[in-house]
T-cell receptor, first 109, second 115 residues
């Protein structure tokens, strides 16, 4: 069965630092999504990537999908406390869409 | 577009009781997904529907769990003979397969507590 591995599991960074979260699939993906979740809140859509080599940016967050469509990275530039939360990649190679286990990000002021 | 709605938001039940959750997807969305999330973990896939057809079920979905989407619109997830291990957030998501890709829209979830 397909799995999405996220790394690291958790991350503590100083405010203003850059960071990268990775998501690796055991199979070629149809598409990949990045969501953010904060405790007590719903899932917030960040990016959707469908093409190999695709890269998208929104504010200080950039997401990339590799050419083989098996690996994605999420990069945050100049992190802020508002970036804290759990980052989840979601993807699938067929009909279902599965989640990675998440990366918990803490940003120290 | 009112988004994906789930009902109830919270459910407290005693072990052994049956519970049913409802999910109303965005009206034109033909795909509907159910996930379960426990504290500190990412959501785990349970099942998904394409219109009224249930196309895949996770191994997590024991025979105590059943999901339906009878008319291809709203869906229900029933848990029979609840156990304490069923305590979790149950999330529903919907998407439009086709022109807009598969962007998932999530409901706020139903938090189940089994005492």
């Amino acid at each position: 069965s397909q799995e999405l591995e996220q790394s690291p599991q958790s991350l503590i960074v100083q405010e203003g630092k850059n960071l990268t979260i990775n998501c690796t699939s055991s199979k070629t993906l149809y598409g990949l999504y990045w969501y953010k979740q904060k405790y007590g809140e719903g899932l917030i859509f960040l990016m959707m990537l469908q093409k190999g080599g695709e890269e998208k940016s929104h504010e200080k967050i950039t997401a990339k999908l590799d050419e083989k469509k098996q690996q994605s990275s999420l990069h945050i530039t100049a992190s802020q406390p508002s970036h804290a939360g759990i980052y989840l990649c979601v993807g699938g190679s067929q009909g279902n869409l599965i989640f990675g286990k998440g990366t918990k990000l803490s940003v120290k002021p | 577009d009112t988004g994906v709605s789930q009902d109830p938001r919270h459910k407290i039940t005693k072990r052994g009781q049956n519970v049913t959750f409802r999910c109303d997807p965005i009206s034109e969305h033909n795909r509907l997904y159910w996930y379960r999330q426990t504290l500190g973990q990412g959501p785990e896939f349970l099942t998904y529907f394409q219109n009224e057809a249930q196309l895949e079920k996770s191994r997590l979905l024991s025979d105590r769990f059943s999901a339906e989407r009878p008319k291809g619109s709203f869906s229900t997830l029933e848990i029979q003979r609840t156990e304490q291990g069923d305590s979790a957030m149950y999330l529903c998501a919907s998407s439009l397969d086709g022109a807009l890709g598969k962007k998932l829209f999530f409901g706020s979830g139903t938090q189940l507590s089994v005492l």
